[in-house]
């Protein structure tokens, strides 16, 4: 994974009662910086000869700006060295957490709790949504341009022959029925800037501090994004796996 990303993820596996998970009872984390699938080769094949064993490795890493094809290209080529690959369908893990009614809970809690240990009449009236929307708007220009830029890479290396101005409006098509949903533009606008965003709207308005850990404490199980239910599903069946087997054998069987 990426950097401290299972923080989130083992709260996420509380929620929905993955103990063994959250635990990291049957599995290690080993934490890689930045989106580096080569890394991941390298360091499991070190691994393995240093244990003089085969390993099971599951690889999951923020998607970024990348388009669903790229995702796929690069998912196909992991999964000859890992038995689980994962390539978010959101930009980052913190996207995850980008869940208005649960942020608007952990938010008004915070907001009573200052108001019951100072005195001061505090109530919170601010709308999660309202802010991350407005987030959102700031950075669509920033987000459009990552966007593109990412495609047109992705066309060259893999010689598609589009030209730079048919790369760039399909992307952009693409980028706007996307953008237009709020579900899928929480999805593809940063994930940590908007928890920087959400958190200083906080502290400017109320005083309080907004975390990851706040938003997990107050999420129901209802709110746990699907994606995010199916990944802590798949590494429960890969945690469990013995030999080096696919997710979808282990499912099988």
């Not at 107050?218 to 590494?235: G, T, W």
Request: with cysteine; proline share 2%; net charge neutral.
């Amino acid at each position: 994974m990426e950097g401290k990303d299972f923080q989130i993820l083992g709260k996420f596996a509380r929620i929905l009662a993955h103990s063994r998970i959250s635990n990291r009872s049957d599995f290690a984390v080993i934490p890689v910086e930045g989106f580096n699938p080569e890394r991941i080769r390298n360091l499991k094949t070190g691994m393995e000869a240093t244990l003089g064993r085969k390993m099971l490795a599951a690889a999951l890493l923020d998607r970024d700006y990348r388009c669903g094809k790229e995702r796929e290209s690069i998912e196909k080529n992991c999964a000859s060295f890992c038995e689980y690959v994962k390539i978010y369908r959101r930009k980052e893990i913190e996207n995850f957490l980008l869940v208005p009614s649960a942020i608007d809970r952990a938010a008004e809690r915070r907001v009573a709790d200052r108001a019951k240990r100072t005195g001061e009449k505090l109530t919170y009236d601010s709308s999660a949504t309202a802010i991350l929307e407005k987030f959102a708007a700031e950075r669509k220009s920033y987000v459009t341009a990552q966007y593109l830029a990412s495609r047109q890479r992705f066309e060259r290396l893999r010689s598609s022959g589009l030209s730079d101005a048919s790369i760039s409006e399909n992307a952009l098509v693409e980028f706007e029925e996307t953008w237009d949903d709020l579900n899928s533009r929480l999805e593809m606008i940063p994930g940590k800037e908007a928890m920087g965003f959400l958190s200083h709207h906080f502290q400017t308005l109320y005083g309080v501090m907004l975390t990851a850990s706040a938003i997990l404490d107050a999420m129901r199980l209802e709110e746990v994004p699907e994606e995010m239910r199916q990944i802590i599903s798949d590494l429960s069946l890969f945690a469990a796996a013995k030999t080096s087997v696919t997710i979808e054998r282990v499912a099988a069987a």
